[in-house]
């Protein structure tokens, strides 16, 4: 398996911009997860599906962010309007029912809003 | 709501020493799962090890080990060995019946030649 795949790796843009960020997870796995990394606050969960459902989207900081499951194979994290603050490295991550082996995660997105 | 303690910021170990990764931990769920995780100065997230809150015995995978104290609330991790290579940050995270994987702040290891 090629593990969970998220694009771009890097993404530049200027704020007020739209920014979209991909994720495939690995087949087979129920729950996938977007986490936002930053110095300052560390791993922060944004929100979790399970079986394709949104079921906690109380990380997601406000309404700027929006996040799709269309259906098992992939998910977006969409930011609009961006803005500088949300500059970070965005994971996503996705699992088995059954947590003991592990959360995958992808390489994550560096996002850079000037 | 789960909460994963890691106070601290950061150690220094000297090559083939072994070292403890301190991990404390709070839920108020009967079952969870702990998890250490380690992410190198290239930024992806690397799953060490995991340990089932009513597994009887400590995990183990290869050089690492994780020395549960369920009444205390505590799961260490500890590497035996250290290599150069296992210079990085290191986190404890844990997911209760939700399966909502919570991660503590971190901490940066150093392991000196």
């Known amino acids: 398996d090629a593990g969970v795949i998220q694009s771009p790796r890097h993404e530049v843009t200027e704020m007020g911009q739209e920014v979209t960020l991909r994720c495939k997870p690995i087949?087979?796995?129920?729950?996938l997860f977007w986490y936002r990394q930053t110095m300052m606050r560390g791993l922060e969960l944004l929100i979790y599906?399970?079986?394709?459902?949104?079921?906690?989207d109380s990380g997601m900081p406000e309404d700027r962010f929006s996040a799709k499951m269309p259906n098992a194979s992939f998910s977006t994290l969409k930011i609009q309007p961006s803005e500088p603050r949300d500059s970070a490295v965005y994971f996503c991550?996705?699992?088995?029912?059954?947590?003991?082996?592990?959360?995958?995660f992808g390489s994550g997105t560096r996002l850079t809003v000037v | 709501a789960q909460k994963i303690t890691q106070t601290q910021p950061g150690m220094f170990v000297q090559e083939k020493e072994a070292v403890t990764l301190d991990c404390t931990y709070d839920?108020?769920?009967?079952?969870?799962?702990l998890f250490w995780y380690k992410q190198p100065s290239s930024g992806e997230m690397i799953f060490l090890i995991y340990?089932?809150?009513?597994?009887?015995q400590n995990a183990t995978e290869g050089r690492y080990s994780l020395n549960f104290q369920k009444a205390r609330k505590s799961a260490n991790l500890v590497i035996s060995a250290s290599q150069l290579g296992d210079s990085a940050m290191y986190f404890c995270?844990?997911?209760?019946?939700?399966?909502?994987?919570?991660f503590g702040k971190g901490m940066k290891l150093t392991v000196n030649p």
């Open positions: 991550a996705s699992s088995y029912r059954d947590s003991r082996y592990g959360y995958t």
């Open positions: 087949s087979g796995h129920d729950y």
């Open positions: 599906f399970n079986n394709n459902v949104p079921i906690d």
């Open positions: 839920t108020s769920d009967q079952s969870y799962g």
């Open positions: 340990q089932g809150s009513y597994d009887e």
């Open positions: 995270a844990m997911a209760g019946g939700s399966e909502k994987l919570v």
